[in-house]
C-alpha cells in the first residue's frame, strides 16, 4: 500500500519537477547572456569594439571582468558561453551529460531580435 502511494506522488511530482527544472536552466542562460551583454557593452565603451571571438570561460572571466562558471559538476547540464565580436553575438549552448541541443543567443547591440535558426532560441 505504501508503495503504491509514493508511487501516485512520484508519478504526479517527477513532470512538474522536470519542467521546473527547465525553466530554471533557461532563465540560467538568459541571465548569463544579459551578463555578458552588459560586460561587452562596458568593454566596447573602453576599448571601441566588442571583445571576442572566444568561448573559453576562463579567458571571457579575464577580459570582460565576469565570473562566468568555468567547472561544474560533470552530472549536470551545462551552459557553454563563446561571444562573437563579427556577427555581434553571444551564444549560450546546453552541454553535459543528459542535456538536449538548446542554444540561446542574444544580440550584444541590444536588438532582441536577432536572425533565429532552427533549434535556436533568441532573446
Not at 551578463?35 to 577580459?63: C, H, K, L
Request: with cysteine.
Amino acid at each position: 500500500m505504501a508503495v503504491a502511494i509514493v508511487g501516485i506522488i512520484a508519478a504526479v511530482g517527477l513532470p512538474n519537477y522536470i519542467a521546473i527544472k527547465e525553466k530554471t536552466l533557461n532563465k540560467e542562460a538568459k541571465v548569463t547572456l544579459g551578463i555578458v551583454r552588459i560586460s561587452e557593452w562596458i568593454y566596447r565603451m573602453q576599448n571601441g569594439t566588442y571583445y571576442g571571438p572566444q568561448s573559453d570561460p576562463a579567458i571571457i572571466n579575464q577580459f570582460l571582468k565576469i565570473s562566468l562558471p568555468v567547472t561544474a559538476a560533470p552530472a549536470l547540464p551545462l551552459w557553454s558561453i563563446s561571444v562573437d565580436n563579427a556577427s555581434n553575438i553571444a551564444t549560450a549552448t546546453r552541454t553535459g551529460a543528459g542535456a538536449d541541443a538548446r542554444v540561446w543567443s542574444i544580440n550584444l547591440q541590444g536588438d532582441t531580435d536577432p536572425a533565429c535558426v532552427g533549434g535556436t532560441y533568441c532573446l
